[in-house]
């Protein structure tokens, strides 16, 4: 019998549903495998245990298949089809192709004909000119994977949301004793640079470790305290050892960014990062605040114990996946005070929305719901959808009866500046507007931001004390941390919210925070940091 926790357990499921979903099997099962990792990650029970008793299946979403493969695992240490699975589709070739620019059948496709099936046999073969004798690769394709391989610093082709990054690079992490570093630690919205220190005398044990995890799927670059690593979806992921008595200096450094750390000129050795500060007679500077040389103070800024409530979430009325009562259990359990439940309205259309009527029927079932669950205190809200013409998609009466009235453009994201600004003013001047939710409407790699003149914005938000939003969705992060920080230099309150559509998404609102502390947001900036006592009334 092998001993292996939860966190094990779940790395090797996952790394199986990875090479299934390489070797083409059916997304059906790819996905089992995946949600059963993610699963067992999050029980609190020792799953091995429960395996050797007979009694996985007890955990939702564990079938026969899954149950089988446990049991191999619990019994054996290892999957055999996991073993088979990574000799047939070579994930270190599949992450390195991905981190040049090659997909996986091509890379696969190509190590057979060249006979390679590792980094440095890929490496010589290029040095050599092989490579064109693959068919299929020109000296275009040629050119790129060279430069590629001889590229200094490697950094992944599309940046990482923060649900990507900041799990993988704790992951790592916690399996070498280490700290998470790079992009992640400063709550990058996308993330290029990711890092991972960790302190030993002797490095060699460390970066052994690192090369075996299930994570790593090959090593690029390799020093004596240096190791870059890259996983199956060819993100590449930097490993630093520092010796004790530097370890501080080289978490600093490995945080970034670039640009601040530069700033900062020689950097003296500490086994902390408060000894690098005060060595450089400086205060210490929270790691959201490095991403330029800094001009001033830091502030003390805003942290997530002093949110009293979230203001965006939706349920089944509309998107979510929870219930009215669900949602606000889970809030209250946070430590809230009060949850505005901000479902879609109508003209949403590709998601169900409420009108008049429906928002009037929500309102009995928070009514009882509130009777239930006081002291806290569930709102009436909605996100109402602005329509082209800047009108509001509920009649003026409905959003009289309220608590919390958010509003946002969905259709048009791609409309002029001066459409835009003219809708998004329209709804920061009427008078039951409290916020404007992710007034870019960007899709993080997917849609840009739009052209919305947030200096209009900010000023007409003055004037009517309505607040704007940092959404904490990982894929919208809108308002992004420097445009909080206009927002704020402007006068204007943020609001920190998840737009929750499930239980788990209320774990958004770290992300909202981190991103108002990226913009020097202190809780007085931040409108939710209020009881909702103060809040009812616009200030
Ligand atoms: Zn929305
Ligand atoms: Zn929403």
Redesign the pocket.
Known sequence: MVSLDNAAIAERLEALAALLDLAGASPYSVRAYRRAGELIRTTPAPVAELVRSGRARELQGIGGGIEARLRELVETGQIAELEELRAEVQPELVGLGRLVGLGPKRMVQLGRALGVSTVDELREAVLAGRLREAPGIGPATEAKVRAALEQPRHSPRRGLTLNRSRPLVAAIASALDGEPAGDPRRWCDTSHRLAVVAAAADPGPVVARFRQLPEIVAIVEEEERRAVGVTVEGVPVELVVASAERYGTELLRATGSGAYVSSLGELPDAPDEQGVFRALGLPYVPPELREEPLDGDPPALVERADIRGDL?V?TTWSDGKASVKEMAEAARDLGYEYLAI?D?TRSVRVVPGLDADDLRQQGEEIAAVNEELAPFRILRGT?CDILADGTLDLPDDILGELDWVQA?VHAGQRGSKADLTRRTLAAVEHPAVRSI??PQGRIINHRPPNAVDLEAVYAACLETGTAVETNGLPDRIDLSGSLVRDAIRAGVLITCST?A?SVRGLDNMQNSVATARRGWCTAANVLNTRPWSSLAQRS
Do not use: L, P, Y
């Open positions: 965006h939706h901000c879609h996100e946002s939710s992710h737009d559509h």
